[in-house]
């Protein structure tokens, strides 16, 4: 003899698809309900409807489904695809989390910071993610070792850098689109009147420098595609362009009030920037 209460999933032998709405089938003497068009949904043990392929769940309530929406604890501060696709970070408060494309019931993995993070930069080969933090540091995480999250660290170099003793809260961060970026990446930090520069030496540690030709905050920071000549832009009304990020090669003006956002043509060939009372221009690289 059937018992329905026992024999079927929590919501009864037939549900309307939360994606089409045609009446599907449960699965006897299982937790799933099968669509045609879209596949198994199963039923959770906290009683969600969740998608198989996809993990997307749903809520039941007053005979309507009602999606489930990713929810961070705390305030969400920045956000950032791979530059493959394939992952999304966000921060929010002292966490990073991130997801893999399109497992979107749970983070795949979480970073733990010592400090609110308030900015997000993949490298462009993605090999590298990092944070700028509330207490003046910047975090970066090896994609390599992102497996280690998971895990008690018993090594040292398996943990993510933390770069320490900035002069100020970063408001920027630039990575370098070079040859062998992988193996030993540049950084680029825009903080106060000044531009930090890191570069991870390969068998070594992480080695700094400071560019320091603004008189004003340094708001944004960029590479040039494919090359070593970063642009920062300050308050001041100065785009500076720095030769392989170390010596100052031409200084950009135009605008009175100063400028506020830059950047660079994919292919490198023009740089625009947005003045402080919403001018813009834009410079050809001859």
Request: proline content about 7%; overall charge negative.
């Amino acid at each position: 003899m059937s018992h329905p209460a026992i024999d079927y999933p929590a919501f009864g032998p037939e549900i309307q698809c939360p994606h089409c709405h045609r009446t599907i089938s449960a699965l006897f003497l299982t937790d799933t309900y099968l669509c045609p068009r879209h596949g198994a949904f199963e039923v959770s043990t906290t009683g969600e409807l969740v998608h198989g392929s996809s993990g997307r769940c749903w809520h039941h309530w007053e005979d309507h489904w009602y999606r489930q929406h990713i929810h961070l604890e705390g305030l969400r501060q920045d956000l950032g695809w791979s530059p493959d696709g394939q992952h999304l970070a966000v921060s929010a408060r002292q966490q990073v989390y991130l997801w893999a494309v399109p497992q979107w019931k749970r983070p795949k993995y979480q970073w733990e910071l010592m400090a609110t993070s308030l900015r997000l930069q993949w490298s462009p080969e993605g090999a590298y993610l990092a944070s700028a933090n509330q207490d003046n540091s910047v975090g970066v995480l090896t994609w390599s070792n992102v497996h280690r999250l998971r895990q008690t660290p018993t090594d040292p170099a398996d943990l993510p850098t933390l770069l320490q003793r900035f002069p100020g809260k970063v408001r920027q961060l630039a990575w370098a689109d070079i040859p062998d970026a992988d193996k030993s990446p540049i950084l680029a930090a825009a903080t106060r009147d000044l531009v930090v520069m890191g570069v991870l030496v390969p068998d070594e540690d992480w080695q700094s420098w400071l560019l320091d030709l603004h008189n004003g905050p340094v708001l944004d920071v960029a590479f040039q595609p494919e090359t070593g000549l970063l642009a920062s832009l300050s308050q001041d009304g100065w785009i500076i362009l720095w030769k392989a990020a170390v010596e100052a090669a031409q200084i950009l003006e135009g605008v009175k009030g100063g400028f506020s956002a830059l950047a660079w043509h994919p292919e490198g060939q023009h740089l625009a920037a947005e003045g402080q009372q919403g001018e813009v221009l834009v410079w050809s690289v001859v």
